[in-house]
């Protein structure tokens, strides 16, 4: 038997801070076009929150590429990087409000970008719903384990202070 699917409200009616934790544990479900299905607990991530975040994409203000930002939580907001790697992010909050959770680690893999390059992400995955996607979606499960909050990774242009932030989130399994 298959756990829930998450629903658009669980996005869009909490901050990324919040669900950058409340994640952890929770079932990331990739179904790749040959119908092979890849699922794995999300086991790190880390929240960007609003445009007074400068380690967010959404500092910069509604550009092309961050407008999907902007718009209600619950969408998958993807980006390249090195040109090689595409990051996991979801959309969370209302619309109006920019933020976002990077996924960072699963329970098979750890880094963002192993993470894209094992999901096969690319930029048709910008947009994608959640809620209603069949090859993209996050399931209602539990892990247990400890969390602990840190600062977040590869944030060092954005200030000591926005780099400091305890907002990723680490979930260590029980043994």
Known sequence: M???RLPSHYFQQNTAVYLAEDLLGKTLVRRFEDGREFRAHITETEAYYGTNDL???ASKGRTPRTELMFGAGGT???YLIYG???LLNIVTGGEGLPEAVLIRGLSTVNGPGRIGNLLELDKTFYGEDLTTSNRLWIEDTELAGAI???PRVGVDYAGDLWREMPWRFVL???E
């Open 2 to 4: 298959r756990n829930s």
């Open 148 to 150: 602990t909050a840190g």
């Open 76 to 78: 998958v907001y993807v």
């Open 172 to 174: 260590k399994q029980d």
């Open 84 to 86: 090689r790697y595409w």
């Open 55 to 57: 380690a967010s994409h």
